[in-house]
Protein backbone atom coordinates (compact mmCIF):
# COMPACT_ATOMS: atom_id res chain seq x y z
CA UNK A 1 0.00 0.00 0.00
CA UNK A 2 1.43 3.38 -1.27
CA UNK A 3 1.79 5.75 2.02
CA UNK A 4 -0.46 8.60 1.91
CA UNK A 5 1.72 12.07 2.84
CA UNK A 6 0.88 13.97 5.56
CA UNK A 7 -0.95 17.66 4.13
CA UNK A 8 2.22 19.40 4.68
CA UNK A 9 4.87 17.35 3.00
CA UNK A 10 2.47 16.86 0.24
CA UNK A 11 2.36 20.83 -0.25
CA UNK A 12 5.38 21.11 -0.08
CA UNK A 13 5.94 18.87 -2.54
CA UNK A 14 3.34 19.86 -4.84
CA UNK A 15 4.04 23.84 -4.47
CA UNK A 16 7.61 23.57 -5.34
CA UNK A 17 6.90 21.24 -8.25
CA UNK A 18 3.91 23.67 -9.51
CA UNK A 19 6.73 26.93 -9.16
CA UNK A 20 9.31 25.24 -10.46
CA UNK A 21 7.43 24.07 -13.81
CA UNK A 22 5.94 27.57 -14.23
CA UNK A 23 9.16 29.43 -13.63
CA UNK A 24 10.74 27.31 -15.99
CA UNK A 25 7.44 27.51 -18.77
CA UNK A 26 7.30 31.54 -18.31
CA UNK A 27 11.05 32.09 -18.76
CA UNK A 28 10.85 30.18 -21.69
CA UNK A 29 8.53 31.96 -23.08
CA UNK A 30 10.58 35.38 -23.13
CA UNK A 31 12.55 36.59 -26.13
CA UNK A 32 15.86 37.56 -25.17
CA UNK A 33 16.96 40.20 -27.06
CA UNK A 34 20.65 39.77 -28.68
CA UNK A 35 21.29 44.00 -27.77
CA UNK A 36 19.72 44.19 -24.22
CA UNK A 37 21.24 40.81 -22.80
CA UNK A 38 22.60 42.19 -19.22
CA UNK A 39 18.90 43.55 -19.12
CA UNK A 40 17.53 40.00 -19.32
CA UNK A 41 19.90 38.65 -16.76
CA UNK A 42 19.02 41.27 -14.01
CA UNK A 43 15.13 40.38 -14.36
CA UNK A 44 15.65 37.28 -15.08
CA UNK A 45 17.68 36.91 -11.75
CA UNK A 46 15.23 39.15 -9.56
CA UNK A 47 12.45 36.54 -11.28
CA UNK A 48 14.46 33.47 -9.98
CA UNK A 49 14.63 35.24 -6.77
CA UNK A 50 11.40 35.51 -5.89
CA UNK A 51 10.59 31.60 -6.79
CA UNK A 52 13.63 30.94 -4.79
CA UNK A 53 12.15 32.69 -1.67
CA UNK A 54 8.85 30.87 -1.98
CA UNK A 55 10.16 27.26 -2.26
CA UNK A 56 12.95 28.39 0.99
CA UNK A 57 9.55 28.98 3.05
CA UNK A 58 7.22 26.25 1.86
CA UNK A 59 10.55 23.86 2.81
CA UNK A 60 10.39 25.60 5.78
CA UNK A 61 6.85 25.22 7.34
CA UNK A 62 8.42 26.10 11.30
CA UNK A 63 9.63 29.67 9.93
CA UNK A 64 6.14 30.52 9.02
CA UNK A 65 5.44 32.75 11.63
CA UNK A 66 5.59 36.39 12.81
CA UNK A 67 9.15 35.84 13.55
CA UNK A 68 11.05 34.75 10.50
CA UNK A 69 8.25 35.30 7.56
CA UNK A 70 8.08 38.55 7.73
CA UNK A 71 12.30 38.91 6.57
CA UNK A 72 11.42 36.66 3.55
CA UNK A 73 8.42 39.07 2.21
CA UNK A 74 9.97 42.21 3.28
CA UNK A 75 12.53 40.86 0.63
CA UNK A 76 10.36 39.83 -1.71
CA UNK A 77 7.82 43.06 -1.46
CA UNK A 78 11.26 45.13 -2.17
CA UNK A 79 12.06 42.71 -5.08
CA UNK A 80 8.63 43.28 -6.34
CA UNK A 81 8.93 47.02 -6.27
CA UNK A 82 12.74 47.23 -8.15
CA UNK A 83 11.18 44.67 -10.34
CA UNK A 84 8.18 46.63 -11.69
CA UNK A 85 10.41 49.60 -11.67
CA UNK A 86 12.94 47.98 -13.69
CA UNK A 87 10.45 47.03 -16.00
CA UNK A 88 9.36 50.39 -17.05
CA UNK A 89 12.73 51.48 -18.53
CA UNK A 90 14.70 48.00 -18.85
CA UNK A 91 17.75 49.30 -20.22
CA UNK A 92 18.69 52.26 -18.48
CA UNK A 93 17.57 51.03 -15.22
CA UNK A 94 19.06 47.35 -15.19
CA UNK A 95 22.47 48.96 -15.96
CA UNK A 96 21.92 51.12 -13.08
CA UNK A 97 21.35 48.23 -10.57
CA UNK A 98 24.22 46.42 -12.08
CA UNK A 99 26.65 49.44 -11.67
CA UNK A 100 25.41 49.82 -8.19
CA UNK A 101 26.21 46.10 -7.02
CA UNK A 102 29.43 46.23 -8.71
CA UNK A 103 30.47 49.81 -6.52
CA UNK A 104 29.08 47.59 -4.20
CA UNK A 105 31.39 45.20 -3.98
CA UNK A 106 34.63 47.68 -4.82
CA UNK A 107 33.75 49.62 -1.77
CA UNK A 108 33.36 46.37 0.47
CA UNK A 109 36.91 44.70 -0.90
CA UNK A 110 38.74 47.95 -0.13
CA UNK A 111 37.38 47.92 3.39
CA UNK A 112 38.79 44.38 3.59
CA UNK A 113 42.40 45.38 2.30
CA UNK A 114 42.05 48.25 4.52
CA UNK A 115 41.56 45.13 7.68
CA UNK A 116 44.47 43.52 6.53
CA UNK A 117 46.46 46.91 6.63
CA UNK A 118 45.76 47.59 10.18
CA UNK A 119 45.52 44.43 11.62
CA UNK A 120 48.27 42.18 9.83
CA UNK A 121 48.71 39.51 12.11
CA UNK A 122 45.39 38.43 11.82
CA UNK A 123 45.19 35.16 11.34
CA UNK A 124 42.18 35.44 9.02
CA UNK A 125 43.89 37.62 6.89
CA UNK A 126 44.27 34.91 3.85
CA UNK A 127 41.00 33.94 4.20
CA UNK A 128 40.07 37.17 3.30
CA UNK A 129 42.95 37.62 0.68
CA UNK A 130 41.13 35.38 -0.74
CA UNK A 131 37.96 36.39 -0.55
CA UNK A 132 39.20 39.91 -2.22
CA UNK A 133 40.39 37.75 -5.37
CA UNK A 134 37.13 35.92 -5.63
CA UNK A 135 35.35 39.37 -5.44
CA UNK A 136 37.83 41.55 -8.03
CA UNK A 137 37.18 38.37 -10.12
CA UNK A 138 33.53 38.80 -10.24
CA UNK A 139 33.57 42.69 -10.59
CA UNK A 140 36.23 42.79 -13.75
CA UNK A 141 34.14 39.83 -15.13
CA UNK A 142 31.69 42.43 -15.83
CA UNK A 143 33.77 45.77 -16.11
CA UNK A 144 37.11 46.91 -15.05
CA UNK A 145 37.30 48.06 -11.57
CA UNK A 146 39.50 50.94 -12.87
CA UNK A 147 35.74 52.25 -14.18
CA UNK A 148 33.58 51.30 -11.50
CA UNK A 149 32.38 54.08 -9.76
CA UNK A 150 31.51 53.47 -5.83
CA UNK A 151 27.52 55.38 -5.51
CA UNK A 152 27.17 55.72 -1.51
CA UNK A 153 23.37 56.51 -2.08
CA UNK A 154 20.52 54.38 -3.22
CA UNK A 155 21.07 52.55 -6.50
CA UNK A 156 17.96 53.73 -8.36
CA UNK A 157 18.09 57.26 -6.77
CA UNK A 158 14.69 56.84 -5.17
CA UNK A 159 13.40 55.83 -2.07
CA UNK A 160 11.33 52.63 -2.39
CA UNK A 161 8.49 54.49 -1.81
CA UNK A 162 8.82 56.91 -4.80
CA UNK A 163 9.68 53.60 -6.92
CA UNK A 164 6.50 51.94 -6.26
CA UNK A 165 4.26 54.95 -6.64
CA UNK A 166 6.30 55.47 -10.09
CA UNK A 167 5.53 51.91 -10.89
CA UNK A 168 1.99 51.74 -10.05
CA UNK A 169 2.25 49.66 -6.74
CA UNK A 170 2.28 51.71 -4.15
CA UNK A 171 -0.27 50.01 -2.04
CA UNK A 172 1.72 46.89 -1.87
CA UNK A 173 4.54 49.89 -0.59
CA UNK A 174 1.89 50.54 1.96
CA UNK A 175 0.24 47.73 2.83
CA UNK A 176 3.11 44.96 2.53
CA UNK A 177 6.71 45.84 2.34
CA UNK A 178 6.38 48.98 4.94
CA UNK A 179 4.81 46.07 7.70
CA UNK A 180 6.93 43.38 7.03
CA UNK A 181 9.99 45.95 7.13
CA UNK A 182 9.04 46.34 10.73
CA UNK A 183 9.93 43.22 10.98
CA UNK A 184 13.06 43.18 9.01
CA UNK A 185 14.40 46.25 10.71
CA UNK A 186 13.90 45.12 14.45
CA UNK A 187 11.36 48.34 14.99
CA UNK A 188 9.77 48.60 18.23
CA UNK A 189 6.37 47.83 16.97
CA UNK A 190 7.68 43.64 16.38
CA UNK A 191 10.08 43.46 19.27
CA UNK A 192 7.15 44.71 21.76
CA UNK A 193 5.03 42.29 20.93
CA UNK A 194 7.18 39.30 19.35
CA UNK A 195 10.03 39.51 21.87
CA UNK A 196 8.51 41.00 25.12
CA UNK A 197 5.78 39.50 27.62
CA UNK A 198 4.20 42.39 30.21
CA UNK A 199 5.06 41.96 33.78
CA UNK A 200 1.90 41.57 35.30
CA UNK A 201 3.17 43.21 38.34
CA UNK A 202 1.46 46.91 38.76
CA UNK A 203 4.44 48.01 40.94
CA UNK A 204 6.87 47.94 38.21
CA UNK A 205 4.18 49.84 35.66
CA UNK A 206 3.46 47.02 33.60
CA UNK A 207 6.67 47.16 31.86
CA UNK A 208 8.22 44.66 29.14
CA UNK A 209 10.37 41.67 29.92
CA UNK A 210 12.39 39.91 27.01
CA UNK A 211 10.92 36.73 26.75
CA UNK A 212 11.60 33.63 24.43
CA UNK A 213 7.95 33.83 22.87
CA UNK A 214 6.41 30.98 20.60
CA UNK A 215 4.26 32.26 18.34
CA UNK A 216 1.65 29.27 15.80
CA UNK A 217 2.36 28.89 12.24
CA UNK A 218 0.03 30.40 10.00
CA UNK A 219 0.39 29.47 6.40
CA UNK A 220 -1.24 32.93 5.23
CA UNK A 221 2.37 33.67 4.98
CA UNK A 222 2.98 31.22 2.60
CA UNK A 223 -0.26 32.71 0.52
CA UNK A 224 1.48 36.14 0.37
CA UNK A 225 4.30 34.50 -0.88
CA UNK A 226 2.55 32.88 -3.54
CA UNK A 227 0.94 36.53 -4.43
CA UNK A 228 4.07 37.97 -4.61
CA UNK A 229 5.78 35.30 -7.03
CA UNK A 230 2.16 35.95 -9.01
CA UNK A 231 2.82 39.58 -9.34
CA UNK A 232 5.86 38.74 -10.99
CA UNK A 233 4.74 36.47 -13.21
CA UNK A 234 2.19 39.42 -14.07
CA UNK A 235 4.66 41.56 -14.96
CA UNK A 236 7.02 39.67 -17.25
CA UNK A 237 3.01 38.24 -18.84
CA UNK A 238 1.81 41.78 -19.32
CA UNK A 239 5.77 43.42 -20.68
CA UNK A 240 6.38 41.01 -22.88
CA UNK A 241 2.68 40.20 -23.75
CA UNK A 242 3.49 36.53 -23.39
CA UNK A 243 1.27 33.55 -24.11
CA UNK A 244 1.54 31.69 -21.09
CA UNK A 245 -0.81 28.73 -20.39
CA UNK A 246 -0.80 27.52 -17.38
CA UNK A 247 -2.09 28.58 -14.18
CA UNK A 248 -0.83 31.85 -12.26
CA UNK A 249 0.44 30.83 -8.62
CA UNK A 250 -2.66 32.25 -7.27
CA UNK A 251 -5.06 30.39 -9.39
CA UNK A 252 -2.56 27.18 -8.94
CA UNK A 253 -3.32 28.27 -5.52
CA UNK A 254 -7.15 28.39 -5.32
CA UNK A 255 -7.14 25.26 -7.31
CA UNK A 256 -4.99 23.45 -4.68
CA UNK A 257 -6.99 24.11 -1.95
CA UNK A 258 -10.75 24.26 -3.68
CA UNK A 259 -10.12 20.34 -4.43
CA UNK A 260 -8.28 19.64 -1.21
CA UNK A 261 -11.64 20.48 0.68
CA UNK A 262 -14.09 19.08 -2.01
CA UNK A 263 -10.95 15.69 -1.58
CA UNK A 264 -12.20 16.11 2.21
CA UNK A 265 -15.89 16.53 1.68
CA UNK A 266 -15.88 13.38 -0.64
CA UNK A 267 -13.82 11.48 2.12
CA UNK A 268 -16.36 12.70 4.70
CA UNK A 269 -19.43 11.31 2.32
CA UNK A 270 -17.28 8.00 1.49
CA UNK A 271 -17.02 7.61 5.60
CA UNK A 272 -21.08 8.43 5.93
CA UNK A 273 -21.67 5.36 3.28
CA UNK A 274 -19.60 2.66 4.72
CA UNK B 1 -9.19 72.55 9.29
CA UNK B 2 -5.49 74.72 8.64
CA UNK B 3 -4.62 74.06 5.35
CA UNK B 4 -1.35 71.07 5.48
CA UNK B 5 2.10 72.08 4.83
CA UNK B 6 2.98 68.75 3.19
CA UNK B 7 1.76 66.85 0.23
CA UNK B 8 0.39 63.58 1.69
CA UNK B 9 -2.70 62.32 1.28
CA UNK B 10 -3.04 61.50 5.36
CA UNK B 11 -1.90 63.08 8.57
CA UNK B 12 -3.15 66.61 6.56
CA UNK B 13 -3.75 68.47 10.30
CA UNK B 14 0.08 67.50 11.40
CA UNK B 15 2.70 70.26 9.83
CA UNK B 16 5.73 69.15 8.16
CA UNK B 17 9.29 69.97 10.01
CA UNK B 18 12.02 68.51 8.47
CA UNK B 19 11.60 64.81 8.25
CA UNK B 20 9.01 65.10 11.17
CA UNK B 21 5.15 65.16 11.15
CA UNK B 22 4.05 67.38 13.92
CA UNK B 23 0.82 66.52 15.49
CA UNK B 24 -1.62 69.82 16.30
CA UNK B 25 -1.16 69.65 20.14
CA UNK B 26 2.56 69.20 19.58
CA UNK B 27 2.38 72.76 17.78
CA UNK B 28 0.76 74.19 20.73
CA UNK B 29 3.25 76.75 21.53
CA UNK B 30 4.79 76.49 25.27
CA UNK B 31 3.32 72.74 25.22
CA UNK B 32 4.75 70.71 28.18
CA UNK B 33 4.58 66.93 28.70
CA UNK B 34 3.23 65.73 31.97
CA UNK B 35 3.48 62.09 33.20
CA UNK B 36 0.60 61.43 35.49
CA UNK B 37 2.06 57.94 36.30
CA UNK B 38 5.44 58.51 37.21
CA UNK B 39 4.78 62.21 38.97
CA UNK B 40 1.31 62.39 40.24
CA UNK B 41 0.07 58.41 41.03
CA UNK B 42 2.39 58.08 43.62
CA UNK B 43 1.58 61.54 45.20
CA UNK B 44 -2.40 60.33 45.23
CA UNK B 45 -1.79 56.80 46.38
CA UNK B 46 -3.15 57.29 49.75
CA UNK B 47 -6.40 57.81 48.58
CA UNK B 48 -6.52 55.14 46.22
CA UNK B 49 -5.40 53.08 49.10
CA UNK B 50 -8.69 54.46 50.79
CA UNK B 51 -11.63 54.17 48.58
CA UNK B 52 -10.41 50.76 47.37
CA UNK B 53 -10.97 49.83 50.94
CA UNK B 54 -14.06 51.95 52.25
CA UNK B 55 -17.27 53.57 50.91
CA UNK B 56 -16.98 56.55 49.10
CA UNK B 57 -18.92 58.87 51.42
CA UNK B 58 -16.44 57.46 53.88
CA UNK B 59 -13.55 58.06 52.27
CA UNK B 60 -14.75 61.31 50.60
CA UNK B 61 -15.49 62.63 54.36
CA UNK B 62 -12.41 61.69 56.23
CA UNK B 63 -10.18 63.00 53.43
CA UNK B 64 -11.53 66.39 53.13
CA UNK B 65 -11.84 66.43 56.68
CA UNK B 66 -8.76 66.13 57.57
CA UNK B 67 -7.00 67.90 54.92
CA UNK B 68 -9.49 71.01 56.37
CA UNK B 69 -8.25 70.17 59.53
CA UNK B 70 -4.72 70.40 58.83
CA UNK B 71 -5.21 73.24 57.08
CA UNK B 72 -7.21 74.99 60.27
CA UNK B 73 -4.00 73.43 62.58
CA UNK B 74 -1.06 74.50 60.22
CA UNK B 75 -2.66 78.09 60.09
CA UNK B 76 -0.55 79.10 56.76
CA UNK B 77 -1.55 80.07 53.53
CA UNK B 78 1.64 79.43 51.89
CA UNK B 79 1.23 75.81 52.38
CA UNK B 80 1.28 73.49 49.82
CA UNK B 81 -1.81 71.59 49.17
CA UNK B 82 -1.96 68.61 51.04
CA UNK B 83 -3.89 65.85 49.13
CA UNK B 84 -0.44 65.83 47.09
CA UNK B 85 1.18 63.27 49.51
CA UNK B 86 4.87 64.63 48.52
CA UNK B 87 3.99 67.87 50.22
CA UNK B 88 3.46 66.61 53.77
CA UNK B 89 7.24 65.89 53.05
CA UNK B 90 7.59 69.83 52.97
CA UNK B 91 5.91 70.40 56.65
CA UNK B 92 8.64 70.97 59.87
CA UNK B 93 8.56 68.21 62.59
CA UNK B 94 6.68 70.69 64.70
CA UNK B 95 3.84 71.36 62.21
CA UNK B 96 3.57 67.31 61.82
CA UNK B 97 3.63 67.22 65.94
CA UNK B 98 0.76 69.39 66.11
CA UNK B 99 -1.75 67.59 63.60
CA UNK B 100 -0.77 64.67 65.32
CA UNK B 101 -1.60 66.24 68.71
CA UNK B 102 -4.78 67.77 67.75
CA UNK B 103 -6.12 64.40 65.80
CA UNK B 104 -5.51 62.74 68.88
CA UNK B 105 -8.53 60.18 69.92
CA UNK B 106 -10.38 61.34 66.72
CA UNK B 107 -12.13 58.12 64.40
CA UNK B 108 -10.41 60.56 61.62
CA UNK B 109 -6.71 59.27 62.58
CA UNK B 110 -7.92 55.38 63.63
CA UNK B 111 -9.69 55.25 59.77
CA UNK B 112 -6.32 56.56 58.30
CA UNK B 113 -4.18 54.45 60.40
CA UNK B 114 -6.16 51.51 59.33
CA UNK B 115 -6.32 52.19 55.59
CA UNK B 116 -2.46 53.57 55.19
CA UNK B 117 -0.89 51.24 57.47
CA UNK B 118 0.73 48.65 54.87
CA UNK B 119 1.58 52.11 52.83
CA UNK B 120 4.11 53.20 56.05
CA UNK B 121 4.96 49.82 56.53
CA UNK B 122 6.59 48.87 52.88
CA UNK B 123 7.38 52.42 51.64
CA UNK B 124 10.60 54.32 52.29
CA UNK B 125 10.49 57.61 53.52
CA UNK B 126 6.46 57.72 53.56
CA UNK B 127 5.36 61.11 53.88
CA UNK B 128 2.56 59.91 56.53
CA UNK B 129 4.55 58.10 58.61
CA UNK B 130 4.02 60.82 61.04
CA UNK B 131 0.66 59.37 61.62
CA UNK B 132 2.30 56.17 62.80
CA UNK B 133 4.70 57.39 65.58
CA UNK B 134 4.11 54.95 68.97
CA UNK B 135 1.43 53.07 67.26
CA UNK B 136 1.59 49.55 67.45
CA UNK B 137 0.71 47.66 64.03
CA UNK B 138 0.56 44.29 62.71
CA UNK B 139 0.16 43.89 58.82
CA UNK B 140 1.72 40.90 57.11
CA UNK B 141 4.33 42.00 54.60
CA UNK B 142 2.65 39.77 51.82
CA UNK B 143 -0.87 40.71 52.53
CA UNK B 144 0.76 44.59 53.12
CA UNK B 145 2.48 44.63 49.30
CA UNK B 146 -0.79 42.98 47.79
CA UNK B 147 -2.87 45.88 48.92
CA UNK B 148 0.00 48.27 47.60
CA UNK B 149 -0.42 46.39 44.31
CA UNK B 150 -3.99 46.73 44.29
CA UNK B 151 -3.62 50.84 45.13
CA UNK B 152 -0.97 51.43 42.00
CA UNK B 153 -3.04 48.46 39.97
CA UNK B 154 -6.13 50.81 40.75
CA UNK B 155 -4.83 53.73 39.66
CA UNK B 156 -2.33 53.03 36.53
CA UNK B 157 -5.32 54.32 34.54
CA UNK B 158 -6.46 57.60 35.33
CA UNK B 159 -9.44 57.15 33.17
CA UNK B 160 -11.45 54.33 35.32
CA UNK B 161 -14.32 55.40 37.57
CA UNK B 162 -12.05 54.95 40.84
CA UNK B 163 -8.87 57.37 39.27
CA UNK B 164 -11.56 59.52 38.73
CA UNK B 165 -13.05 59.39 42.23
CA UNK B 166 -9.48 59.77 43.42
CA UNK B 167 -8.68 62.85 40.99
CA UNK B 168 -11.93 64.57 41.67
CA UNK B 169 -11.45 64.61 45.47
CA UNK B 170 -7.85 65.84 44.88
CA UNK B 171 -8.99 68.78 43.39
CA UNK B 172 -12.09 69.36 45.82
CA UNK B 173 -10.15 69.19 48.66
CA UNK B 174 -7.68 71.88 46.89
CA UNK B 175 -10.60 73.91 46.53
CA UNK B 176 -12.27 73.31 50.11
CA UNK B 177 -8.99 74.34 51.86
CA UNK B 178 -8.01 77.31 49.13
CA UNK B 179 -5.85 76.32 47.23
CA UNK B 180 -7.23 76.22 44.36
CA UNK B 181 -10.09 78.98 43.07
CA UNK B 182 -12.01 79.14 40.35
CA UNK B 183 -13.19 82.38 38.49
CA UNK B 184 -16.78 83.52 37.92
CA UNK B 185 -16.69 82.45 34.32
CA UNK B 186 -15.71 78.91 34.75
CA UNK B 187 -18.60 76.63 34.22
CA UNK B 188 -17.86 74.40 37.08
CA UNK B 189 -20.01 70.82 36.82
CA UNK B 190 -21.22 69.32 39.55
CA UNK B 191 -18.65 67.54 40.93
CA UNK B 192 -21.26 64.98 42.99
CA UNK B 193 -22.07 63.38 39.66
CA UNK B 194 -19.46 61.06 39.85
CA UNK B 195 -20.82 58.76 42.72
CA UNK B 196 -24.78 59.91 42.02
CA UNK B 197 -24.54 59.32 38.59
CA UNK B 198 -21.35 57.70 37.09
CA UNK B 199 -22.45 56.66 34.02
CA UNK B 200 -24.14 60.49 33.25
CA UNK B 201 -22.93 62.74 30.90
CA UNK B 202 -22.07 65.18 33.64
CA UNK B 203 -19.77 62.75 35.26
CA UNK B 204 -18.09 62.63 32.17
CA UNK B 205 -17.69 66.26 32.26
CA UNK B 206 -16.10 66.03 36.23
CA UNK B 207 -14.15 63.83 34.68
CA UNK B 208 -12.48 65.68 32.12
CA UNK B 209 -12.70 69.02 34.15
CA UNK B 210 -10.61 66.84 37.01
CA UNK B 211 -7.90 65.73 34.60
CA UNK B 212 -7.77 69.01 32.78
CA UNK B 213 -7.30 70.73 36.23
CA UNK B 214 -4.99 68.54 37.77
CA UNK B 215 -2.90 68.39 34.19
CA UNK B 216 -2.89 71.94 34.52
CA UNK B 217 -1.27 72.16 38.38
CA UNK B 218 1.35 69.21 37.39
CA UNK B 219 2.60 71.25 34.54
CA UNK B 220 3.95 73.82 37.07
CA UNK B 221 6.16 71.45 39.54
CA UNK B 222 5.82 69.56 42.70
CA UNK B 223 3.97 71.75 44.26
CA UNK B 224 0.63 70.05 42.81
CA UNK B 225 1.65 66.44 41.13
CA UNK B 226 4.65 67.50 39.35
CA UNK B 227 8.16 65.58 39.48
CA UNK B 228 9.11 65.40 42.65
CA UNK B 229 11.43 63.60 45.15
CA UNK B 230 8.67 61.52 46.84
CA UNK B 231 7.49 60.15 43.79
CA UNK B 232 11.00 59.06 42.29
CA UNK B 233 11.90 57.24 45.36
CA UNK B 234 8.22 55.72 45.76
CA UNK B 235 8.58 53.73 42.08
CA UNK B 236 12.28 53.05 43.31
CA UNK B 237 10.94 51.72 46.66
CA UNK B 238 8.37 49.45 44.91
CA UNK B 239 10.21 48.09 42.20
CA UNK B 240 12.97 47.18 44.77
CA UNK B 241 10.46 45.46 47.13
CA UNK B 242 8.99 43.47 44.75
CA UNK B 243 9.96 40.44 41.73
CA UNK B 244 8.62 40.80 38.34
CA UNK B 245 5.38 38.82 37.52
Redesign the interface.
Known amino acids: MEDKKDPVSQLIEDYEDFLTSSFNELWSLVDIEYDKLEAYSVIGGMLSRQVTLSIQMVRSPNMLNGHSAPLFLRSMTDLHIALAWIMLDLEKRSTKYIMHGLGEEKLSIEHFKKGIEDDPDNPNNEQIEQLIEAKSAWINAQRRDLFVEVDLGNWSQLDSRKMSQEAGCESLYKYAYKPFSVAAHNMWPHISLYNCKT????????HL?PELLEVPPDFDYLYRSCKYVHKAYVLFIDKFDLEYKSLLPLEWWDEYFTEEEAGNDSDDETTKET | MKKSNHQGSVLKDHKQVGRKLIPPMMQLPNMKETSF?DDTLPCLVWMSAIFLRSDDRKAVHFLTEFLMKCKDILDDEKMPPLAFLNNFNKLKKEDKDKIIKELNDDPMLVFLRDNLEHQHHLLDGYPLSFLFEDYPYGVDKEDALNM??ED??AL?DRYTSHSTKVQTTAMVSMAATGKLFFGPKIDIPDFNAIFTAPDSEESNRVASFVRCNLNAGTGFGSIEGGKNEWSDSF?KC??L?????
Open positions: CTNPLHKYL | RLKVDLWVFISECE
